[in-house]
């Protein structure tokens, strides 16, 4: 049977054999086996009942397989992504209410009728708009707001709030609250688990398992957590005594579900779903391409969001909640031997079986041991060492990172996103809107031009040579426009202005008009304006606009012409100097 070629899966399925399916196989088990309990926690971070979290993790695992274009991509519920949906739909009703959960499952849809049609429209470089340090300073701050929020199931208090200080202010009031039992619970946990990921891998490899092994089990730390706390509760009754458990758990496979037709409703979380989307996107793609560049395997963009936009809309006609591709376990899933996405259909095999018959097993689970797994998977996302290497590289980048921080910790994951987005457009702005312009020279021996104050050059008087190291626009070409007039006119001797535009990309409606509006101002003052070296698609440009009829120069093809024309005195010095530097020493007649 031949698969459409719009289907990803046709690009790997029909040369699928036993043995790729042994390996997928073995991955699955290994990612079902971790992604249960983070299943329960997600959906319990998101303010939605346990089982919710199972039935994300199933049908969009087999849409994602269909229409992704990774091969080892895991996809389910992320910590990011539950606690962006507990901010949207807490704005709607309370937690646990059905307009909570109607409202969850909207924003599935809608995330995956945007990434769906982003695809169709080809705009993954949308994505682009969220710089590298508005998305790590976002994931930190939504790491630590995270970690907070789940205090109150450590704790066993009822904590509330929406950002960093609301939770703060909550934690105070409520300190003399603190249940002994759930705190013992939670922090042995917790401690647990931190102690499982750092030193019980080294632990196994010295007791002389395999590296494969040893990882494998490792991995499972959640699950020995889970399951230790579960048989303590259930022991001890800790629920008589005060312990939050989880308790039943619906056994079964979700039904189809039709998302709520309200149109207020829609248009309430369209902007919610939009920034989801957009931050599921980044995530997934950046995981998805650091695995495939280990294989030599490519990446479609477009093709990532048809993937992820099928997969929320499965999430949503079966109940779930906004889904993406989760880096923690995208990495076990690759290391577990993944070679397709079958992998993620036997996961979601597994998943389903656990929702069939084993939710009965959850009943006792401790909420504090879900909380710990939740805090130390979303504190290991929290990179402060990239602050510090930021501010060393860019304070620009940094500024940006930092109001993203900020706006995460003090108004919200919706508010914080907007401002980093807003503040690296802002920050771009005010940077291109100083455009570098260098004076240069020609370098002694060579037909090169550098800049006057970085090397040993040689200049004209009559000839301000300016090389220009930007596109122009209409934000700086105003600037850059007094900038070279009046440069020129502080040299009495000037006779002529060369443009080098080896480094303009691009030029829009008014830089066209300014460039025009150069040449007249220096035309008026006595001063001829020339350009050199300016590229293809630019001269297009120029053309289109008849700037060289206009110009009062010319335009050379190289700096160095230019000089040859305007100021052949420099290079006949240059000439007479090499030509010395080639003649043989004389040596004196004996």
């Known amino acids: 049977m031949r698969l459409p070629g719009w289907l990803a899966a046709s690009q790997w399925l029909p040369l699928y054999n036993r043995q790729t399916a042994a390996q997928d196989g073995v991955a699955a088990v290994v990612v079902t086996i971790m992604l249960i309990p983070q299943s329960l926690a997600y959906a319990m971070l998101a303010g939605l009942p346990p089982q919710v979290g199972l039935y994300a993790s199933i049908l969009p695992l087999v849409a994602y397989a269909l229409f992704g274009s990774s091969r080892t991509l895991a996809v389910g519920p992320v910590a990011v992504a539950s606690l962006m949906t507990a901010a949207a739909a807490s704005e709607i009703a309370a937690a646990g209410t059905p307009e909570y959960i109607a409202s969850t499952i909207i924003l599935a849809a809608l995330s995956g009728a945007i990434l769906i049609l982003m695809a169709l429209f080809k705009l993954g470089w949308i994505a682009n708009l969220l710089s590298h340090p508005v998305v790590s300073g976002f994931i930190t701050a939504s790491g630590i707001l995270i970690a907070a929020s789940q205090l109150k199931h450590l704790l066993g208090v009822p904590l509330s709030g929406r950002n960093l200080y609301e939770l703060g202010a909550s934690l105070y009031h409520h300190l003399p609250d603190i249940h002994l039992p759930t705190l013992i619970l939670g922090g042995t946990a917790t401690v647990f688990l931190f102690w499982v990921r750092r030193s019980f891998k080294p632990l196994l490899l010295k007791m002389g398992l395999t590296p494969f092994w040893a990882d494998l089990i490792s991995k499972a730390g959640p699950v020995l957590a889970v399951l230790a706390t579960t048989l303590l509760a259930a022991s001890l009754r800790l629920d008589q005594q005060g312990v939050d458990i989880v308790g039943d758990i619906p056994s079964g496979l979700p039904g189809f579900i039709m998302p709520a ?39 479609n963009p477009d093709q990532e969001l048809m993937g992820l936009g099928t997969a929320n809309l499965a999430s949503a006609f079966s109940g779930g909640f906004p889904v993406t591709g989760g880096f923690s376990r995208s990495v076990v899933n690759f290391d577990a031997g993944a070679q397709t996405p079958m992998a993620g259909v036997f996961t979601a095999v597994g998943i389903a079986l656990t929702a069939l018959l084993l939710t009965g097993l959850f009943v006792f689970l401790p909420k504090a041991t879900l909380a710990a797994t939740i805090v130390v998977a979303v504190l290991s996302l929290v990179d402060l060492a990239t602050l510090k290497h930021t501010w060393h590289f860019s304070r620009l980048d940094f500024t940006a990172m930092i109001i993203t921080i900020v706006g995460v910790l003090g108004w919200g994951v919706e508010a914080g996103v907007m401002a980093g987005v807003i503040s690296s457009l802002a920050l771009y702005l005010w940077r291109t809107n100083q455009p570098h312009v260098a004076e240069i020279g020609l370098v002694p021996g060579t037909e090169h031009f550098r800049n006057v104050q970085r090397h040993a050059v040689k200049v004209s008087p009559r000839i301000m040579s300016m090389r220009i190291d930007e596109s122009l626009y209409f934000a700086n070409i105003r600037r850059l426009e007094d900038q070279i007039y009046d440069a020129a006119l502080q040299r009495p001797q000037t006779e002529h202005v060369v443009l080098m535009g080896t480094a303009i990309n691009h030029l829009d409606a008014s830089a066209i008009d300014g460039l025009l509006s150069l040449n007249r101002r220096l035309a008026d003052a006595g001063i001829t304006l020339h350009f050199s070296e300016i590229k293809g698609p630019v001269m297009d440009q120029f053309k289109r606009a008849a700037l060289p009829e206009q110009l009062s120069g010319k335009i050379y093809l190289t700096h160095y012409q230019a000089m040859q024309d305007l100021a052949p005195e420099c290079i006949k010095q240059q000439d007479r100097q090499d030509e010395e530097d080639l003649q043989p020493p004389h040596t004196p007649v004996s």
């Open 261 to 299: 037709m309200d149109t207020e409703l829609w248009r309430q979380l369209l902007v919610p779903a939009l920034l989801i989307s957009l931050i599921g996107f980044v995530e997934s793609i950046s995981v998805a391409q650091t695995l495939a560049a280990k294989r030599r395997q490519r990446i």
